[in-house]
């Protein structure tokens, strides 16, 4: 072998390009912990009722069906009342937590509304978030108990109705607009302290300018049947508020424009349609009225009319205060008057300005009476009206409300006058009247039977004869005639004389025994207006 | 010992001979190429310290992420579960297989660890004049070499169950990056064994020690 081909034998001591490998593990491994490190989100903490459903390493947090993270632990909350879920979100989820953010479980859920949440039934429930977008951040929440009908941050109108009674409206019914739904009912809520129920209610941004101050809610659930002074009315709503309830708004005629709303607003909820017509003004004067009547027909809710033109309705019948008061008192109604109904504005101003009218009015003659509506319902309502002959009186108060007098009328009035026509009749002595008139008739009778009395006729002839006679001597041109003439004329010169002297003698008496002093004209002083 | 005392026999290289990887005939040092078989030739594997060391350490950081992250998920009805080594052995107890919980431990658990820390103190016992229990290290190197490819019975079983639970929507498997580091830490380490020379062990063996 040649000598070039031995081999030097040598110790080698360089670094072998083996440690190529650990360094890249090591790389790789170091990478990862950074990426890891770098990803992770916030951790926040859910409150919630019961861990029902929430499984830490398992359950997902998810925006729009996106997962941003996931529950790592659930503990029992520092109250032992309820379980605190702490989740792991992905970095990009952190601007999402905001001070509004809410958070509630996604369970399989079946309602009136239908049926959401099947995917759960097998993966099991995951916790949604709703982003937030108030300023503040936070990192610890409390969850929702049921999934909001509008999630936070959704464009739209939030106002607030307050009405008497829950009927059939539950939360997740819609709110119509002409029978289109145009938002939902977000809550319901039992107010204890006013005993009024509290919808929260969200009106699609879309729709937004369809509220307006001037828009009013009424319940339109079900179908009602009403018998008032207008007469008989059945109502019936859509055949979707029919099964599952609602609530319509829209603007009653002859409303004022309204302003546009803001969120919070707080609007009255109608029980239904024809309630809104009978009253749809917020701003209402409460008077009492004081029937020293009968009210029967007059019910809660009949129309206060001015000359025909409804202008409020009767809100009560203060029937404990009858009861209270003594026998024949009158009997207090309480009415309400709309300044809106008047044209007036429907806010403080409109109010006084109500206020003062009816003062007036009262002072001027107005008052109130019950008539009927309705014939074949007997049902009555309030009118007021100017009264001339009636004795001056002005408001009054009842228990610290204004009233305005009344007049007893109608049926009751006319009982009351042919009572008293009848009463007189009574008291006239007909039968003493009959009795002479009878022996007035037997004396004519006898008259008449008088040869005298039949020669009459005869004898009147010749007097008018005679009277014939002396008329002609009364013609326009004999002397007789002139004569009178003169003596009249003279007659009528001789009246003035007296009368000028009357009017001396009125103005001056003493001018009989004084000569006469002409004194200046009186003139006003200047300079006063 | 029978009569194999290093001192006494000498190593081919103490002869001034080279032996064959491939063929293992012994060559004259001086010799660059196997005069019968044409392979190099190296007195000893190259940087074989260097490169078992490297591969091992590559072995042990390969083996934290490959008990940290999951090294299968379940999906069961569209649930997933995932599932690390150690909680699949901790499931396991938890349900009273423990045979099984056992097999899995020792393949999974306690072998890498051994093959990891015999080959580290292999590596380290090699360097410098640290010439003790000669036989002993050898015995433990042939069963590092032996044990360590049994390792992979639970990349196996991961790719098993992956391939055959395929049930639609009703349950699935999948493998988790777990099982990538652990089959390239198995892979690797078995590289680390077979780059470590055991005759590294008797050259510590001076000549003149006997």
Sequence with gaps: ?529 | MSGVNPGAVGTAASQGRVSCHQCLKLSDKTETKCGLCGARLHSRIPDSRERTIALTLTGALLYLPANALPIMTTIQLGDPTESTILGGILLLLHHGEYPIAGVIFVASVMVPIAKLLALGWLSWSIAGSRGIAHHQRTRLYRMTELIGKWSMTDVFVVAVLVALIQLGGLLEIRPGPAAVAFGVMVVVTMFAAESFDPRLIWDQEGPGDG
Excluded: C
């Excluded at chain 1, 829950?166 to 739904?181: C, N, R, T, W």
């Excluded at chain 1, 009816?358 to 074949?376: E, Y």
């Excluded at chain 1, 003279?490 to 009368?499: A, C, K, N, P, T």
């Design chain 1, 1 to 529: 072998m040649a000598e070039v081909n031995k081999a030097q034998v040598s110790e080698k001591k360089r670094t072998s390009p083996v440690w190529i490998v650990p360094a890249v593990a090591l790389l790789i491994g170091l990478w990862m912990l950074v990426d890891a490190y770098r990803s992770q989100g916030p951790l926040v903490e859910i409150q919630f009722p019961t861990a029902s459903g929430i499984e830490p390493g398992k359950t997902k947090v998810k925006v729009l069906d996106v997962e941003v993270g996931e529950v790592s632990s659930v503990t029992l909350g520092e109250d032992l009342k309820s379980v605190v879920a702490t989740a792991r979100l992905d970095k990009e989820a952190e601007p999402l937590l905001r001070e509004d953010t809410q958070f509630w479980v996604v369970t399989a859920r079946f309602g009136v509304q239908g049926i959401s949440g099947i995917s759960t039934i097998l993966s099991g429930g995951y916790i949604q978030l709703a982003p937030g977008e108030a300023p503040g951040e936070r990192r610890a929440f409390v969850g929702l108990p049921e999934p909001p009908v509008t999630p936070a941050g959704t464009p739209g109108l939030k106002i607030e109705l307050v009405g008497d009674e829950a009927g059939s409206i539950v939360a997740g019914d819609p709110v119509l607009h002409k029978g289109y739904p145009v938002g939902r009912i977000e809550s319901a809520k039992l107010d204890v302290g006013t005993e009024t129920m509290r919808y929260a209610v969200f009106i699609e941004a879309e729709y937004e300018s369809l509220v307006t101050s001037a828009t009013r809610f009424w319940n339109a659930s079900g179908f009602t049947f009403n018998a008032t002074a207008d007469g008989i009315q059945l109502e019936a709503g859509s055949m979707m508020t029919l099964l599952m309830g609602g609530v319509s708004f829209g603007e009653p005629a002859g409303m004022r424009p309204g302003q546009s709303v803001t969120d919070g607003m707080s609007f009255k909820l109608y029980p239904d349609y024809p309630s809104v017509n009978r009253a749809p003004h917020r701003e209402v004067v409460e008077y009492v009225l004081r029937f020293e009547q009968s009210i029967r027909g007059l019910s809660e809710g009949a129309s206060v009319e001015y000359r025909g033109i409804p202008v409020g309705r009767v809100e009560d019948i203060l029937i404990e205060d009858v009861s209270m008061a003594g026998a024949g008192e009158p009997i207090p109604v309480l009415i309400t008057l709309q300044p809106g109904r008047l044209f007036l504005s429907d806010d403080a101003a409109g109010v006084a300005q109500l206020r003062k009218a009816v003062s007036n009015s009262v002072t001027l003659g107005m008052r109130a009476s019950l008539a009927t509506g309705s014939l074949l319902t007997g049902k009555k309502y309030v009118s007021l009206d100017m009264r001339s002959h009636v004795p001056r009186q002005s408001e009054g108060t009842y228990k610290g409300r204004p009233t305005i007098p009344t007049l007893t009328s109608g049926l009751d009035g006319l009982e009351v006058q042919v009572s008293e026509l009848l009463q007189k009749i009574n008291e006239m002595p007909l039968e003493e009247f009959v009795v002479s008139a009878t022996s007035l008739l037997d004396d004519v009778g006898g008259l008449m039977g008088d040869p005298a009395v039949k020669q009459l006729p005869a004898s009147l002839a010749g007097t008018l004869a005679a009277l014939e006679q002396t008329l002609g001597s009364l013609s326009s041109d004999s002397a007789l005639q002139e004569q009178l003439q003169i003596t009249l004329e003279e007659l009528g010169r001789s009246l003035v004389s007296v009368r000028l002297l009357a009017d001396t003698l009125n103005e001056q008496p003493n001018s009989l025994l004084f000569t006469q002093e002409r004194r200046p004209d009186p003139v006003p002083p200047e300079g006063s207006r």
